[in-house]
């Protein structure tokens, strides 16, 4: 191995510990006032070094990846999701591509169930109700009623780990699980959540209380839930996702719940993100939509054990191995 360490560049704020020990290892450059990066600002990033630490926030597709000249190795991705790289054109030009998975599961999951409780007790509503200036007039027996979240049925569409672990919430809470997903759970799974299968995403909407977004964004999840699948689910029912904005057909989603044929979502992702419209914004005020700032995964511990999964990854990788989070293009 050359003594010579390879040059590192960070494009946002990382914990300060994962900074301090990349400062240790590696020639690295860091992002102190974490302003995100223009493009012209990571094609010159990317020119300049041997390993970029993207973010989601960070869209790196194929023009920047065919323009970075020779010296780019890696791209490890602080970040489970890699829909923000162009993976196959990074394997194009021998360019290693890793994320961090199995570090926010739980995270994640908690704050899903933290939404699905949200939106049907108005958890939201009454919190800005005591923040504001005008006094409480107190209790009363028909003021603010929401709706039990016991006995429902909740539909997870993908059941990979934090699917799995939402399910495994849900169900201490009441709910009945029911999934779809590209392949069938382990029976073991489905036996642990008691819970019923759907090979028809469709069929399993149309009959559902809550539906919680779980699965990848790919080109096949695109407006997955489009106007035509949200138009088949039940009046009141209640989307969550925390997951990827693309997901759902946004514009579909926000006419659904003006129209009040949707009970209410819960959102921590957006399709334009940071960008979201003012109709959503006055559905948030009104009641019908909550909306956090793409939140789920922020924990201390868990940004912590990404950092060290990218420390890993690089150390890897350098030392002539094969990264243990490596990320391979999609088959086909």
């Known amino acids: 191995m050359s003594t010579t360490k390879p040059r590192v560049i960070v494009t946002r704020k990382l914990p300060d510990a994962v900074e301090t020990r990349m400062r240790e290892l590696f020639d690295t450059q860091l992002n102190i006032d974490d302003t995100p990066m223009t493009r012209d600002q990571l094609a010159a990033a990317m020119a300049d070094c041997d390993v970029l630490v993207p973010t989601v926030s960070d869209d790196i597709d194929a023009d920047l990846i065919a323009g970075s000249g020779d010296r780019l190795r890696m791209i490890a991705n602080f970040g489970n999701g890699v829909d923000n790289i162009d993976v196959s054109a990074a394997a194009t030009k021998s360019i290693t591509v890793t994320n961090t998975p199995r570090v926010l599961t739980d995270d994640t999951a908690d704050m899903i169930m933290a939404m699905m409780l949200a939106v049907p007790r108005r958890l939201v509503e009454g919190a800005q109700v005591m923040a504001r200036d005008e006094a409480w007039p107190g209790w009363s027996p028909t003021w603010m009623l929401g709706r039990r979240v016991t006995g429902k049925r909740l539909g997870i569409v993908g059941m990979g780990r934090i699917g799995a672990a939402v399910a495994r919430r849900a169900k201490a809470f009441g709910l009945s699980i029911h999934y ?37 964004s790919t080109p096949a999840t695109y407006h997955l839930l489009s106007e035509r699948r949200l138009k088949l689910m039940p009046q009141d029912a209640i989307i969550v996702n925390a997951a990827r904005g693309d997901i759902i057909d946004e514009e579909a989603l926000v006419t659904a719940l003006e129209e009040d044929r949707l009970g209410g979502a819960a959102l921590d992702v957006f399709e334009n993100e940071p960008s979201v419209s003012t109709r959503m914004q006055k559905l948030a005020q009104s009641g019908k939509l909550v909306m956090l700032p793409h939140m789920g995964s922020a924990t201390v511990e868990g940004r912590n054990e990404m950092g060290d999964k990218v420390l890993v990854n690089i150390r890897t990788f350098f030392d002539g191995h094969r990264p243990p989070d490596r990320v391979l293009p999609p088959r086909g």
């Open 180 to 216: 779809h997903n590209r392949e069938r759970a382990f029976t073991q799974l489905e036996d642990e959540l008691e819970a019923t299968h759907w090979e028809s995403l469709d069929q399993m909407l149309a009959r559902m209380d809550f539906i919680s977004i779980n699965c990848p």
